[in-house]
């Protein structure tokens, strides 16, 4: 519907831009909460909105086919009455004038405009011109590693950083029979995130299935062979024979098309947005602007700061929330614990919250060694996330002390 | 309303037991989802379309007829 708050004609439709989770599910909770007027769609694969998440796991490993990740055809996009432009890609925005510009050309004036424009691979500063160097982001990138991994029996793959997509992705090489090395500077895979214990947990899990671990190290070059990589190279002079790499060092939230203007784009520390679109606790960058989804730096009341997750629910609960501020709803009262997950092997971690390496942590049922658990993270004095293995249900029912902040002492005292 | 569920996409956030635990259950050890109702009665339908839309594997479809 038309608002006439300042003084505007503005029968133009809300423009999401980025066809990822985050923007099909901004379009989604729109229609499904009665906006009647025009949605956009900008995306820039041409593939129809799909899911993430599987890509480094049932994809790549080859259980599922491509299509199953697809989470909305174009065609049902239209009978939802959205306007899908697939393939373009947004190159600015002009707030005050409320228009986006698109790579092919046109200029499309917004109601509100919602930026779910993800994040891309971020990139080693040499070596991706080689053949056999892979990032995986994209549903394209995983194909494309897919078939390399296919063509090769027991190709050699360097994978290099062993943060959760560096860590699934070893776990699906090796289980379809390459040989893999799993490189980071950090001494333990997921430490920065799940701290020493947990990060233990999953070193050695990768090192019973036969992954080479190189951990401590940094890569300072690649070998190559009539423009091929052949070996990695690390700080302290081990070649590490590879067919392949996959580079898998974090994400860099797409952001750069909106540099210039006056939406606010965080600095790169993780305490303060993680370089993603500052936004406030509604997901609000600015008049008529919001962001939702990796790309986005919400203001966390619980937290202080800025946080930006790349979390597949996130996405989810980003867009539910901008899209009640879009339809005039009131707001939810509870903010969303973030969740996430990661399978490696037979292993399912879960966790609820923000775990930090650094936090405290506790087993308070099972074992880590029988890789069945539920362990809590404890930062100033209060339960901060839950994590757990084999035990989901149980990990669910802590998921409300997170959400609380319980106190950290009464966690000490059910276990002592 | 009629709810299905999809157990090979499920990952086990138990979204949809915190959205609407009359629909839906999960099991305890890997937190698949596991229907308690797939034709619920009228008063479940909105958190029954809170889970499907939250479910972060889209692993729940609604058939509204």
Same mark, same amino acid.
């Given at each position: ?6 003084? !505007?004609?503005?029968? /133009?439709? %809300? #423009? &999401? *831009? +980025? @066809? $990822? ?9 729109? =229609? ?118 296919? !063509?090769?029996?027991? /190709?050699? %793959? #360097? &994978? *290099? +950083? @062993? $943060? ?9 090489? =090796? ?69 392949l790499v996959v580079v898998a060092i974090g994400a860099v939230p797409a952001v750069d098309w909106l540099r210039g203007t006056t939406i606010p784009i965080a ?87 923000l775990p930090s390496g650094g936090d405290e942590f506790r087993v308070v049922e099972g074992t880590l060694a029988d890789r069945r658990f539920v362990g809590v ?40 | ?65």
């Amino acid at each position: 519907m038309p608002d006439q708050t300042d003084g !505007r004609e503005t029968d /133009a439709p %809300v #423009v &999401v *831009v +980025g @066809a $990822g989770a985050a923007g099909l599910a901004t379009v989604d909770a729109l =229609r499904a909460g009665g906006h009647a007027g025009g949605i956009v769609l900008v995306g820039e694969e041409a593939h129809a909105p799909y899911d993430r998440p599987p890509l480094s796991k049932q994809v790549l490993a080859g259980t599922w086919e491509p299509e199953r990740v697809t989470l909305r055809s174009v065609d049902d996009l239209a009978a939802a009455r959205v306007d899908c432009r697939l393939g373009v890609r947004a190159v600015g925005a002009d707030p005050d004038a409320r228009t986006v510009a698109l790579s092919d050309g046109s200029v499309l004036a917004y109601r509100d405009l919602v930026v779910a424009t993800g994040a891309g691979a971020r990139r080693l500063p040499f070596g991706h011109d080689l053949e056999g160097v892979h990032v995986l982001r994209d549903l394209d990138d995983v194909l494309g590693m897919k078939a390399a991994l296919d !063509r090769r029996d027991g /190709a050699r %793959v #360097v &994978v *290099v +950083g @062993a $943060g959760f997509l560096g860590a699934e992705v070893a776990a699906v090489a =090796r289980d379809l029979g390459s040989e893999v090395s799993l490189v980071d500077t950090l001494e333990l895979p997921l430490r920065s995130v799940l701290g020493d214990e947990v990060g233990a947990m999953v070193a050695d899990l990768h090192r019973e299935h036969g992954v080479a671990l190189h951990l401590g190290h940094g890569i300072v070059s690649f070998t190559a062979a009539s423009g091929a990589v052949s070996a990695v190279v690390l700080d302290e002079g081990t070649e590490l024979p590879a067919d392949l790499v996959v580079v898998a060092i974090g994400a860099v939230p797409a952001v750069d098309w909106l540099r210039g203007t006056t939406i606010p784009i965080a600095g790169e520390s993780p305490d303060d947005g993680a370089g993603g679109i500052r936004c406030d606790e509604v997901g609000r960058a600015g008049d008529h602007v919001y962001a939702v989804g990796d790309v986005a730096a919400w203001w966390s009341p619980r937290e202080n700061r800025f946080v930006r997750l790349e979390h597949r629910l996130t996405a989810t609960e980003h867009a539910r929330t901008v899209s009640r501020e879009l339809l005039g709803l009131s707001r939810e009262a509870a903010a969303p614990v973030p969740y996430f997950w990661s399978d490696q092997y037979d292993l399912k971690l879960q966790a609820f919250g923000l775990p930090s390496g650094g936090d405290e942590f506790r087993v308070v049922e099972g074992t880590l060694a029988d890789r069945r658990f539920v362990g809590v993270y404890g930062h100033a004095g209060r339960v901060s996330a839950v994590i757990g293995a084999g035990k989901a249900k149980a990990v669910r029912q802590w998921r409300q002390a997170v959400a609380e902040g319980r106190s950290w002492d009464e966690v000490g005292s059910t276990t002592a | 309303m009629k709810i299905e569920i999809d157990q090979v996409r499920c990952v086990g956030a138990g979204q949809c037991v915190l959205a609407a635990p009359e629909v839906f259950d999960q099991r305890e050890d890997d937190g698949i989802v596991e229907l308690l109702d797939d034709v619920p009665a009228e008063e479940q339908w909105a958190a029954s379309r809170e889970a499907a839309q939250l479910c972060p594997a889209a692993a729940i479809t609604i058939h509204e007829d």
